[in-house]
């Protein structure tokens, strides 16, 4: 493992398949880590060891602000920021590195179960993000995305591994029946 952005990214797999994290917390990690590095083209070489943090941040919030929430801005910054420091601290001393149980300090996932009178997720918290259980899905093949869907409100999509486009427009069709203000023409 070498202080690559490409093993930056990379750790959080291996930290999850040896147990060391929680997946939806590593995923989140990866995810935001990729997402700040990638304002550089070379950012899979370049090495992570030497980057100011908050400069980097800086630069993707500047670049990244036309198409992204600003909450979500700071969420991906956040989230980089603890994996870099995560990273580091695994770095130096991989022997006894426990990752926090927290991706910050204002931060919390948690795990909750379904509100049987609503059929979804309930936080009780604004600043909370709600992270469902992985339960069963985890030996059907299918991989979990953390998707920001709107201020304070994190959802979870488990979708094939094998995810094919006929399958992402029969989902999309789906999904638009499922909103309070659905009509039938609006199908695309």
Partial sequence: MNTTGKGFVEFWDWAISKGLMKKNTAKALATASKQVLGIDEDW????VSNLNADDIV???TNLRSVDVKPENLNAYGRRFKKALE???????DPSSWKPS??????????????????????????NEI????TGPFTSLG??????????NCIVCLKLPSDLKIADVERLA????TLALDFTPSRIS
């Fill in 101 to 126: 149980s927290q991706t910050s300090s204002n931060l919390k996932l948690k795990s909750t179960k379904l509100d049987r009178t609503k059929g979804s997720q309930v936080s009780h918290n604004a």
């Fill in 44 to 47: 899979e070489t370049k090495d």
């Fill in 142 to 151: 299918l991989v979990e995305y953390p998707y920001p869907l709107r201020d």
């Fill in 130 to 133: 709600v992270v469902p259980d």
């Fill in 173 to 176: 069709a789906f999904m638009q």
């Fill in 86 to 92: 995560l990273f580091m601290q695994y770095w130096h």
């Fill in 58 to 60: 800086n630069r993707f």
